[in-house]
């Protein structure tokens, strides 16, 4: 255990000294002569790729091969050896190099298609299959609706939620504004009464707000008009005529003194103006009762 614990206890370099003088035991490491070699047939990669190659026209394989397009602001500002240098560690350039090469295919590749007369263009009348069936489509429509409405749902409560705090906050400020009012008021009255000012502005405000509240509420009558009870009874009634001061007396209707009847006038008629005439009335149960008891 003792030979263990120092054999574990070995640096490296000790060790190579070990191996080089052959102290190791066999079997704790291999010994490699070197890398192997790797194998580069090329004819058998040839034969294999001749069996495989099939010689097919170009509208089959549609293979292009071109350099990246020459960019116009590259042939102005910079030479044709900066312009095949791409770092390949800049990202844009990197991007931009496997676009302008794209791009050169498709300028290649389109005029050849049109003398072969393939199309290019997606026909306006074209149905693709869809990937997915119908009944997955109805999910997906009917948990976006589900979506939508939630969402709908959630803003008219924050509308409400906000109506409420603004109509709150009115109310607040109406109670506040009335207290301050009631509080100036007062804090005046005391100053009259210890005779400290002797203005009463605080009444005159009083006076003119109620008489701007009853010329709003006498405009509103006016602009409503009568009721529905009273407009039935002017059509059954009609509006009449005039009636206030009717009754009073004109110069003609003095000296008019055609009903004047003298005997009615200054009591002295058959009967005396002014007193009812006198009417024998039953007397009651008790009177006949004291008026038999006084017979006997």
């Known amino acids: ?44 990669l040839k034969q294999c790729l001749s069996n495989f190659k099939k010689q097919l026209a170009w509208v089959e394989r549609l293979d292009v091969t071109l350099g990246p397009v020459a960019d116009a602001l590259d042939s102005v500002s910079h030479s044709a050896s ?55 489509m109805q999910k997906i429509r009917q948990k976006l ?17 906000a109506m409420r ?47 701007g509240n009853k010329k709003g509420s006498t405009n509103q009558r006016m602009k409503k008009g009568p009721n529905a009870k009273r407009r039935y009874k002017n059509q059954k009634f009609g509006f009449g005529g005039k009636k206030k001061g009717s009754k009073w007396n004109t110069k003609d209707s003095f000296d008019d003194v055609s009903s004047f009847q003298s005997k009615v006038a200054h009591n002295k008629g058959p009967g005396k103006a002014g007193k009812k005439a006198k009417v024998n009335k039953r007397p009651g149960k008790r009177a006949r009762q004291k008026m038999k008891s006084r017979a006997r």
């Open 1 to 44: 255990s003792e030979s263990d614990s120092e054999d574990s206890s070995l640096s490296d370099s000790e060790l190579q000294e070990a191996f080089a003088k052959g102290k190791l035991k066999p079997g704790l490491n291999v010994v490699l002569e070197g890398r192997p070699k790797r194998p580069n047939d090329v004819d058998g």
């Open 165 to 211: 705090k603004y109509g709150k906050k009115v109310q607040t400020e109406i109670l506040q504004r009335r207290q301050k009012e009631k509080k100036n008021m007062l804090n005046a009255v005391k100053k009259y009464q210890k005779g400290l000012s002797d203005k009463l502005d605080f009444l005159d405000e009083e006076q003119t707000s109620s008489q």
């Open 82 to 136: 900066d312009k095949d240098a791409v770092d390949p560690e800049n990202d844009f350039q990197r991007e931009m190099s496997f676009y302008r090469q794209a791009q050169a295919a498709v300028l290649e590749a389109l005029p050849r298609l049109r003398k072969l007369h393939v199309p290019t263009r997606r026909p306006d009348d074209y149905f693709a299959e869809m990937a997915k069936s119908d009944q997955q």
């Open 145 to 161: 609706k589900s979506k939508q409405e939630a969402m709908e749902k959630s803003e008219k409560a924050k509308q409400l939620r």
